[in-house]
């Protein structure tokens, strides 16, 4: 399971997260939800181990399975299974993305030997099932893609790495209906076929018109003031997020 208990964290001497509070299993797909400014992004990197943000780790808990989160640099996160995506993906110039993911795939399981061959047949099944083509394994990482290839980039990274959870970070904003759909039915995915857990944070409810999250959660003011299901989603679609 994914562990967080009691977060506080912060960032230029600024407390932002006053106590967050999460438990995920393998295949689970839970919803952070919240307004601008309520700690979503914070706790996003906190997670990942962004070196800007400071954890009070003497109170605070963060675990995937035995190993102690937040005693790990975050490359060491991500070798013990955590996957972030970037609410703003940067460009890697010169740098292809089959070549990207060849490294990071190494990377991680260096005692898997895949042919190149078939690890490309991989790559094009994970471009397939995010809607885009062949020539996208070829240019540099994200250079002119528009917003919405750059998500379903991050989201094809993450079916070919296979995490044991992932934190996706406002994956759905700027994405139009069709590629939503697509976005959504790869999470679905990850979380039936490689039991894959599943962080979506989000202040949007449209992505959950396509997905059966497990749990929500709503983030105010940096704590997790109310955990439910879809029932909660529709109270802040009809009433906004004071009904929390």
Do not use: W
Not at 37 to 56: A, D, R
Not at 146 to 156: F, H, L, P, T, Y
């Amino acid at each position: 399971m994914l562990i967080v208990k009691n977060l506080v964290a912060g960032i230029e001497g600024k407390e932002i997260l006053h106590g967050v509070d999460l438990a995920i299993k393998p295949g689970e797909i839970h919803v952070v939800m919240g307004p601008n400014g309520s700690g979503k992004t914070s706790l996003v990197m906190s997670l990942m181990g962004h070196p800007g943000y400071k954890v009070k780790i003497q109170n605070s808990k963060f675990k995937i399975g035995a190993n102690d989160m937040f005693t790990l640099l975050p490359e060491e996160r991500a070798r013990a299974g955590l996957f972030v995506s970037f609410q703003n993906p940067v460009e890697i110039t010169g740098v292809s993305f089959l070549a990207f993911l060849r490294t990071a795939s190494k990377s991680l399981r260096p005692d898997e030997k895949i042919p190149l061959s078939t690890f490309k047949e991989k790559v094009l099944d994970a471009l397939g099932i995010v809607g885009l083509d062949e020539s996208f394994m070829h240019r540099s990482v994200n250079e002119g893609f528009s917003g919405g290839e750059r998500k379903r980039a991050e989201v094809a990274q993450m079916l070919l790495l296979r995490p044991k959870f992932a934190i996706l970070d406002e994956i759905d904003s700027g994405l139009d209906v069709d590629s939503l759909k697509l976005v959504a039915g790869a999470i679905e995915h990850v979380a039936e076929e490689q039991k894959t857990g599943i962080l979506l944070i989000t202040h949007y409810q449209r992505i959950l018109h396509f997905l059966k999250p497990n749990k929500v959660h709503m983030l105010i003011d940096g704590k997790t003031k109310k955990t439910g299901g879809m029932k909660l989603v529709r109270l802040i679609e009809k009433e906004g997020y004071a009904a929390v």
